[in-house]
């Protein structure tokens, strides 16, 4: 059995791109052609690598065409990298990994991973990209600890040692664990990448190990920076697409230089991937991100101002978008979401007042407030009964899903809720009929929450009315982010509502770290969290029997080695957190609205719209995305009103 | 006169001093900053938190130093010309501020403007044909201007300025101008989205000035000096214009110093609402950031220019009236 | 003329003049019919209301704010519903007209029923009026039940719905939340928000002001250099500044205070200029003088002779400053800094129907904006006639 897994990795992940040979004749570029015929671009056999990626689109496309979309900030332009989705491995929508940049991979008892790069392979600027790429992130970046002031990133560490890591040839790099790292392929097809390459040619001259002192320092002087290590992470940082002389592999690039209110993506001359056709991918040649206040991008959206737009749109938005149809040139969709729940109330195992912190440790509160909640109503009156009720677990699209994790402890049952609270101990009550705590207060719960969306202070509205039935008095208080989570870190809220788990379609290679203590940012038991992040410094130790054997899992699925043993240990995490009610999820499933334009087509009818696993629009390979010939004339013109 | 305006300079100083104080106070108030409002949106948005940036970034911008450590950096740099990094927008924030100020001072221009073409006339109107029909219902108008708040009415005009004239929602301009050179083509686009702004801004602005106009010249329509111009036969209109007009234009010439600044963050809130590039959505994005640089030097700047601006002002309004002048310095 | 009747002998003719007959009595020309005594006699506050009384729009407004600060203590009363009720099966229902005839007979004030239907393509809820389902208002009704300023128990409403029906005169929110209940609560918020305000803003800018313009001197310079500092300041990040202060777990009445609080800081520079201008003026003059060489403390001199000459002035730009408080509460509350849900303020609804849903499908919920604009205008009409009112020279 231990056999087993390695030698299905190296099946799996090399007998796919095998089939990809190198069966199709590439096409020019439209767009390029020109550029090609005046000599500044190589032709595009030559800008393909030798063993270039087939992608089977839906449908075939014509290449050309320019899509514009909105954003809220100059930040927002990391999204063409997550919507890109072009890295190492990359998942599927069926939740397999597979190599994108990465001709091969392979895979030895879960430790030991080669990662073969397609020859001819080229950066965005035409240089080559090789394994000297990745040795001058490996060596001269990551193990430089003036640039890495806290070393390796943690998915690179097992039992806090780093890999060996080895050039093979130009084409081939390995990296070596002691023991098995299961977090590795995962983070390296993570929706914000972990990027273990570098533009080496670019971004020497910026180091001072090879770039001459007196050109470096004046580097530093033009950038107005502190100093070289300064300069360098500035101007390293592709996932921000800041810098629009970064090279970088995916499907377009930065042309804008920041700041702007409208940044332009140009394609990829030397992208590595083509359809089955011949054609070189992405098949549109520009993307506009235009910039606006998020308020009014649900606006400007029905007044069709975006080809494709989902990011800032609710789904209360969707009527209002419905009916702008008629006088505008796009359909909208509704997706799904998937995170374990939309929305979840979290009591705060770590509260510092001694009572609450007794009462929220006590499993049969829990349940209780979980049973006097009508999830139903919920439902129905916020998101038309569409939504999936249920807690806060995994969704049934996923592969480890159990219809008993989501009704556990989910059915609106008011008189088992009161039997448990009096069951407590909690059977006096006021004149108004609100329960009294031990020392004679009135049970009235404040729920905190950030304060940012009106659907949080609706569910809690409405649970408001249930738990007063049950003799819970419920006050809302919104705040802002930062002070929430600072209260909630230090343990003075008791409970707040927050959004569920990322990843409602885990699967079994999924590491587990959102159901056990891992971090600070779990806002149900935030300083077991700390004390896991920071090793020890701060925080507190975990100190109840069933989060501790949360965390023993979790290290138990690190060291596992086989597919079998991994998926007992998740339906065990699973079960815990069922039957303990860690968070009360609410409703999960919630539809999101995709505004597609008519003239834009591959984008499936239904979806998932997800951060991880699927990069929102990543894994439906936004770089099919094709427009209609008739929109590369109008597209770039005022926006049509009908 | 000389005196006067020394005596004004050397107060302007320490004035200054205090506001810089007090701005640098007020941004560091709320607990935590920037960097502890980076983590929590970056964990907001389930991102990773790369350590190595937090630390770079803590050292960049000193904030592992004492608060009045921090104070000094910042007010060297801007008594040096340096208005610092903006560590929200990852540049210099001469750079930031740069064209979004061009656009405030256009905005802010068209809707003093605005409001002097508007009020002129009815205030004027106002004056002369006092307690008729058209004098209270001009005054209701300007009144109703005034009571509105300008957030909804800039949303309700910048829907159906995009239902019925297809102007594009938000915005000063269509978005295939933004950040292009200027062309024709560009103002007018520039004009046609500039109207709502204009007047939901200018709106609340008109009917002070109306008010203050009517009340100043029916002051002075009942003095002495008027009644003779008119028993001497010049007519009414003439009169008008020759005395009383120009004694009450003195409150305006008084009034620029300090509308200044309200008219650019005044502006704050409907440009918020109307998504325009200018510097108010940015100033409030930058405290909420507690991004010290940007939110700090930007508001420096601005009290600047109102001190200044007052400055210049009274200087003006002494120029203009002998009596202050005379009297040495009482102001108002 | 006086005088016994004197013949003047002049060698032209006699000019005929009439000379009375009766002794000259002196209290004849001092005496006052009634109402001359009236006039001469009247306090500065009377005459004020006499002026005031002939600007009518002032005196309409004056009694539309009445009306309304009235209906803050009743407002349980008023309301067809209770703060926090809730219809699941009513959400986003727009107004409910009433109608009075039914086939041509007057039958009393009642609504129709609606017919809901939920659109599926649009997801969007239609809501029909029915013309069978007549349901009859009911007046002096027992309804949802509330807390009489949170003291006595009652239910007994204004207008209610007929027995299982619904009147929602101005439509729902989408919580199914009546707006009209809600804008009636709101009131208490909003309206006494510019009061409390405005006397904060008051004492600070009376004291200071006052300070400044008695002793003048090295006070007069700081208070100057503060109200400049003050002045500088563009209010925005001010209030934002302000407002992130306010810790986070205070009750709702505390933040509402709070807010009230910084917005009369902010504003009482106007205030304390006007008073310190005209005392500088005013304590140049005799009366002044007079009283303080009879030894009467500066305070009393202030109080007792200063304030009062402009006393109606002041009160005057203090009504003109209520609005803008008002307008102040509403923007914090739309930028998320001021009053924030479960409180119930016009700002609070107003920040609730800040996005495109509302413009363009559910116009209804913007109508806090209504009472807003009556309540700013009335102020300042009334503002503006007080302070003609108070204005001597008119």
């Known amino acids: 059995m231990r056999k087993l897994l390695p030698l299905l990795a190296v099946v799996c992940l090399v007998a796919l791109p095998a089939a990809h040979a190198q069966a199709v004749e590439p096409k020019e570029t439209p767009a390029l052609e020109e550029a090609v015929k005046a000599g500044t671009l190589p032709p595009v056999t030559e800008r393909l690598p030798s063993d270039a990626l087939v992608i089977r689109p839906v449908e075939l496309g014509t290449p050309g065409g320019s899509l514009h979309m909105l954003m809220a900030s100059a930040k927002d332009t990391r999204m063409m990298v997550v919507y890109g989705y072009t890295r190492l491995v990359v998942y599927t929508p069926d939740y397999k990994l597979e190599p994108d940049i990465a001709q091969s991979v392979d895979v030895e008892d879960g430790r030991v991973f080669t990662f073969h790069l397609r020859p001819g392979h080229k950066w965005s600027d035409g240089q080559p990209f090789t394994a000297e790429d990745f040795r001058y992130w490996f060596e001269d970046m990551a193990s430089n600890k003036k640039l890495y002031t806290a070393g390796l990133p943690e998915q690179m560490l097992v039992d806090g040692k780093p890999p060996s890591f080895e050039v093979i040839d130009p084409q081939t790099v390995r990296y070596s664990w002691a023991k098995p790292n299961p977090l590795f392929l995962p983070t390296l097809a993570g929706p914000d990448p972990l990027y273990i390459y570098a533009p080496a040619h670019y971004m020497r001259q910026f180091n001072a190990k090879y770039a001459d002192e007196k050109a470096l320092d004046d580097l530093v002087k033009q950038y107005r920076v502190r100093n070289w290590t300064a300069l360098h992470t500035k101007l390293f940082r592709p996932y921000h697409t800041d810098n629009p002389d970064l090279p970088v592999l995916d499907p377009w690039v930065l042309k804008t230089r920041p700041p702007a209110d409208r940044f332009v993506f140009e394609r990829n001359p030397y992208f590595h991937r083509i359809d089955p056709a011949g054609h070189q991918l992405p098949y549109i040649d520009t993307v506009e991100l235009v910039i606006a206040d998020s308020k009014i991008i649900p606006a400007k959206t029905g007044a069709g101002e975006s080809d494709l737009q989902a990011r800032y749109l609710r789904f209360d938005n969707y009527t209002f978008l419905k009916d702008a149809e008629d006088h505008n040139d796009y359909t909208v969709r509704l997706w799904r979401t998937a995170p374990g729940a939309q929305l979840a109330l979290y009591p705060n195992l770590n509260a510092e007042n001694p009572i609450w912190r007794q009462l929220n440790r006590d499993v049969r509160f829990r349940r209780a407030l979980s049973l006097a909640i009508d999830r139903h109503e919920i439902n129905e009156a916020m998101y038309y009964g569409l939504a999936i009720e249920g807690q806060n677990t995994v969704l049934p699209k996923s592969p480890l899903y159990d219809p008993a994790y989501r009704a556990a402890w989910a059915a609106y049952d008011p008189k088992q809720a009161s039997r448990l609270l009096d069951e407590i101990g909690l059977t006096k009550r006021d004149s108004s009929g609100i329960r009294l705590l031990p020392d004679g207060r009135p049970l009235e719960i404040v729920i905190e929450n950030a304060g940012e969306s009106t659907e949080q202070a609706d569910a809690l509205e409405l649970i408001r009315d249930t738990w007063a039935e049950v003799g819970i008095h419920l006050f809302s208080k919104p705040s802002q982010l930062d002070i929430w989570r600072r209260r909630v870190y230090s343990g003075a809220t008791m409970m707040s509502i927050d959004r569920g788990i990322d990843n409602g379609l885990v699967a079994v290679e999924t590491p587990p770290d959102e159901f056990v203590p891992t971090t600070q940012g779990q806002v149900q038991w935030p300083m077991w969290g700390q004390y896991i992040e920071t090793k020890s410094k701060s925080g507190e130790p975990i100190d109840t029997p069933d989060a501790q054997e949360l965390r023993r899992l979790y290290k138990a699925w690190l060291d596992a080695t086989d597919v079998g043993e991994r998926a007992e240990i998740w339906r065990k995490i699973l079960e815990i957190n069922a039957r303990d009610v860690f968070s009360i999820g609410l409703v999960a499933g919630v539809p999101q609205p995709i505004v597609v334009s008519n003239k834009l087509h591959n984008v499936p009818e239904e979806g998932i719209f997800n951060w991880i696993p699927g990069a929102f629009f990543g894994y439906y390979h936004m770089d099919t995305f094709w427009l209609t010939p008739e929109a590369s004339s109008q597209a770039s013109t005022a926006p049509s009103k009908g | ?332 | 003329m006086t005088g016994s009747p004197r013949v003047i002998a002049e060698p032209a003719e006699q000019l005929p003049h009439y000379v009375a007959p009766e002794p000259f009595d002196p209290h004849s020309v001092e005496k006052m019919t009634a109402e001359q005594e009236r006039y001469y006699l009247a306090s500065q506050w009377r005459m004020m209301w006499w002026k005031l009384k002939r600007h009518r729009l002032a005196v309409i407004s004056g009694a539309v704010l009445m009306v309304l600060y009235a209906s803050i203590l009743i407002s349980e009363f008023l309301a067809p519903y209770g703060l926090n009720s809730r219809h699941d099966d009513f959400i986003f229902a727009p107004p409910q007209h009433i109608h009075l005839f039914q086939d041509g007979r007057f039958v009393g004030p009642f609504v129709y029923g609606y017919d809901y239907r939920l659109d599926m393509k649009t997801l969007k809820r239609v809501y029909t009026p029915n013309p069978t389902k007549v349901q009859p208002l009911r007046f002096f009704c027992h309804g949802d039940p509330y807390w009489y300023w949170g003291l006595v128990q009652a239910d007994v409403h204004l207008v209610c719905a007929a027995d299982g029906g619904t009147a929602f005169l101005l439509g729902t929110d989408r919580l199914g939340r009546d707006m009209l209940s809600r804008i009636l609560y709101g009131a208490r918020i909003s309206l006494t928000i510019g009061i409390v305000g405005i006397s904060i803003s008051f004492v600070i800018g009376l004291t200071l002001g006052g300070l400044a313009g008695y002793y003048g001197g090295w006070i007069d310079s700081l208070v100057q250099r503060l109200i400049e500092i003050i002045r500088s300041f563009p209010e925005l990040p001010l209030w934002m500044a302000l407002s992130a202060i306010l810790p986070v777990n205070w009750s709702p009445l505390l933040v509402y205070f709070g807010i009230t609080l910084i917005l009369g800081m902010i504003d009482w520079t106007g205030l304390g200029r006007a008073v310190r201008s005209k005392l500088l003026a005013l304590r140049e003059e005799d009366f002044a003088t007079a009283a303080m060489l009879m030894g009467a403390s500066p305070r009393r001199i202030i109080v007792r002779h200063l304030l009062p000459s402009f006393m109606s002035h002041l009160i005057a730009s203090a009504t003109l400053s209520i609005p803008s408080m008002i307008l102040g509460e509403t923007a914090l509350s739309f930028l998320g800094l001021g009053l924030r849900p479960p409180i119930t303020s016009w700002g609070v609804l107003l920040n609730e129907a800040q996005n495109i849903n509302v413009v363009a499908l559910y116009p209804w919920l913007m109508l806090p904006v209504v009472p807003v604009i009556i309540t700013v205008l009335a102020f300042n009409f009334l503002g503006d006639g007080l302070r003609d009112a108070a204005d001597p020279y008119r």
């Open chain 2, 1 to 332: 006169m000389f005196h006067y305006i020394m005596r004004r300079v050397l107060i302007m100083i320490p004035t200054l001093i205090v506001i810089s104080a007090v701005i640098f106070t007020i941004i560091k108030l709320p607990p935590g900053d920037y960097l502890s409002s980076y983590i929590d949106t970056l964990r907001q948005s389930h991102e990773a938190v790369d350590e190595q940036k937090i630390a770079f970034l803590r050292a960049q911008f000193h904030l592992d130093e004492p608060a009045w450590r921090q104070y000094l950096y910042w007010i060297s740099g801007l008594i040096r010309g340096d208005l610092g990094y903006s560590a929200l927008y990852d540049l210099p924030v001469s750079q930031v501020v740069g064209d979004k100020l061009l656009l405030t001072f256009i905005v802010s221009f068209a809707t003093i403007v605005f409001t002097w073409v508007v009020a002129f006339p009815i205030g004027v109107y106002s004056a002369t044909h006092q307690y008729s029909f058209s004098d209270y219902g001009l005054t209701f108008l300007g009144f109703l201007g005034l009571a509105t708040p300008n957030f909804l009415l800039a949303l309700v005009l910048l829907y159906f300025a995009n239902v019925k004239f297809g102007i594009s929602i938000g915005g000063l301009m269509d978005p295939q101008y933004l950040d292009k050179p200027w062309t024709l083509a560009k103002a007018v686009s520039v004009l046609k989205h500039l109207w709502i702004p204009v007047l939901v801004i200018g709106a609340a602005g008109t009917a002070g000035m109306i008010r203050r106009l009517r009340a100043n010249l029916l002051d002075e329509l009942q003095k002495q000096y008027f009644v003779t111009a008119r028993a001497k036969g010049l007519s009414p209109f003439r009169a008008l214009i020759k005395y009383p007009l120009r004694m009450s234009l003195n409150p305006f010439i008084a009034d620029i110093g300090a509308l200044l600044p309200h008219v650019i963050s005044g502006a704050a809130v409907v440009s918020v609402v109307l998504s325009l590039p200018t510097t108010g959505p940015m100033l409030l994005e930058a405290l909420r950031s507690q991004d010290m640089y940007l939110a700090g030097s930007f508001l420096m700047f601005m009290a600047a220019l109102t001190v200044v601006g007052v400055f210049l002002s009274d200087l003006a309004l002494a120029w203009l009236d002998p009596r202050i002048r005379l009297e040495g310095g009482v102001t108002r």
